[in-house]
C-alpha cells in the first residue's frame, strides 16, 4: 500500500495547484497527520483513512458550483488505476462523500471509525489558530468583511439570524468554528479541540478588545 500513498500524494499535489491557502495540499498533508496520529488511537483500516485524508477536498463543490458528484467521481477512477481493491474503494468513497459539516444533518446513523476519524481531523483543521489564519484568508478570497458590529452573531441565534448576518468572516466562527468542540468523535480528537476551542475564544476576546480601542 505504500506505494499507492505515495502516488495519491502526487496526485493530490498535482490537483491542488494554485487553491486557494485554507484549501491547498498543505490543508491535506495536516488532516493526513491528524488522521494517522488519531488512527493511532483506534481500531481502524488505516488505508482506509489515509487514502481519505488524502482524497477529501480533491474537488471541493465550493469551487465546482455546488457539485458534489465530482470529487467520488475522480477518485474512484484514480483508486482503480491505482489497482486498489473495489472494498477499499467503497470504504473511501464513503467518507469522502460524509465528511462535510455542511451536509450534518444528513450524516449518516452509525459511521464507520474511518469516516469519524478524517472527519475529526479536517474539523480540528479548522479551528485553533490554523483555523483563525484558514477562515480569513477565505474571507479574504471571498473579499468579505472582516467584522460588522451592526450584525453582532452569537452562539444563541437562529439560522435565519445567521443569515442576516452573514457575510463577515467573523460571522464564520458563531457559524461553524466555535460549534465544533462538541462534534468531536473520538476521544483524542476531543482532546485536540478543547485547547484549540479555548485559543479562539482568545482570540475573539483580544479581537474585540482592540476593534473597540478598549
Ligand atoms: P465543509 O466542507 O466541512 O462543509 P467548508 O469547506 O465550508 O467545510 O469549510 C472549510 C473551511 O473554509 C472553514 O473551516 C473555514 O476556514 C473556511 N470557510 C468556509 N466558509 C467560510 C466563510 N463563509 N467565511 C470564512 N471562512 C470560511
Ligand atoms: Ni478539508
Redesign the pocket.
Known amino acids: 500500500m505504500k506505494s499507492t500513498i505515495d502516488n495519491t500524494v502526487e496526485f493530490v499535489k498535482e490537483k491542488l495547484e494554485g487553491a486557494e491557502a485554507g ?1 491547498d495540499w498543505f ?1 491535506i498533508e495536516r ?1 493526513w497527520k491528524l488522521s494517522k496520529k488519531i488512527a493511532e488511537t483506534e481500531n481502524c483500516n488505516k488505508d482506509v483513512v489515509e487514502l481519505s485524508a488524502l482524497l ?2 480533491i474537488a471541493d463543490p465550493k469551487f465546482h458550483n455546488g457539485d458534489e458528484t465530482i470529487a467520488p467521481k475522480i477518485s474512484r477512477e484514480f483508486l482503480t488505476n491505482q489497482n486498489v481493491s473495489d472494498e477499499i474503494i467503497d470504504q473511501v468513497l464513503f467518507v469522502i462523500e460524509n465528511i462535510s459539516f455542511k451536509n450534518r444533518d444528513q450524516a449518516p446513523a452509525d459511521p464507520p471509525i474511518e469516516l469519524q476519524i478524517v472527519q475529526d481531523a ?1 474539523r480540528i ?1 479548522a479551528i485553533g489558530a490554523i483555523g483563525i489564519a484558514r477562515t480569513f484568508n477565505f474571507g479574504g478570497f471571498k473579499n468579505n468583511p472582516m467584522y460588522d458590529p451592526a450584525t453582532q452573531p452569537d452562539l444563541k441565534m437562529s439560522k435565519e439570524q445567521y443569515k442576516k448576518s452573514n457575510g463577515t468572516t467573523i460571522n464564520h466562527f458563531y457559524e461553524k468554528l466555535l460549534l465544533l468542540k462538541s462534534l468531536m468523535n473520538t476521544a483524542h480528537g476531543k482532546k485536540m479541540a478543547e485547547e484549540r476551542h479555548n485559543y479562539m475564544l482568545n482570540f475573539l476576546d483580544q479581537f474585540y478588545k482592540e476593534w473597540n480601542v478598549d
Open positions: 484549501h490543508h488532516v477529501h477536498d479536517d483543521d
